[in-house]
């Protein structure tokens, strides 16, 4: 399948799909506890970046990482006034978030790491858990091609993003949170 055709595909489709060198793959639905982080998520992030120009959009907006990947992360943030002014895709964000899965979990932190990554505006990615108190960040250094990764496992632990002088707490990213024996 083109690009072009799985853009037609999508404009016309009920569910969403991945596309990744030419396949394309359905987005499966979500857990409860998924959907509350995604949206805590998204409000911290916008109500930090909003009133500075940029904007944060959650799991129905694409990301084009390359001309052969367009995934749809839970959640982005883009200052870039191009993303800001678009329709569909989003293609200079600034902050990925990934909410993992135990079916998720391994491409998550494989496949779209990879490819996160080559993203040139890209400063952080992070994958939040609704399993349990686990978020980690993978942060660019520098705008380079270096990355360091630092793991978050205690409700008091405070995640900075020093690029962009915010920080959050994993106490109000799971609040009200009730992890579950199983997804």
């Given amino acids: 399948m083109t690009v072009e055709e799985y853009f037609e595909l999508e404009e016309q489709s009920e ?13 499966a639905g979500t857990t409860l506890n998924h959907n509350r982080i995604v949206g805590k998520v998204r409000n911290l992030l916008g109500s930090h970046f909003l009133p500075r120009g940029c904007d944060v959009f959650s799991e129905n907006i694409k990301v084009k990482v390359s001309d052969k990947y367009y995934p749809y992360p839970d959640v982005i943030v883009t200052c870039a006034p191009k993303d800001i002014s678009g329709t569909y895709v ?27 990554r080559t993203i040139s505006s890209l400063q952080y990615y992070l994958l939040v858990s609704q399993r349990e108190y686990s978020v980690e960040v993978f942060s660019r250094v520098d705008g380079g091609d270096l990355w360091t990764y630092r793991s978050f496992e205690n ?4 995640i900075r ?23």
Avoid: C, W
């Fill in 15 to 27: 569910i969403r799909h991945e596309y990744y060198d030419g396949n394309i793959y359905a987005m």
């Fill in 90 to 116: 989003v293609e200079h964000p600034s902050i990925l978030v990934e909410v993992t899965s135990k079916h998720s979990e391994e491409n998550d932190r494989t496949l779209k790491l990879k490819q996160y």
């Fill in 155 to 158: 409700e008091e632990d405070v």
């Fill in 161 to 183: 993003f020093d690029a962009f002088n915010f920080e959050i707490s994993l106490k109000t990213i799971y609040d009200d949170i009730e992890f579950a024996r199983s997804e």
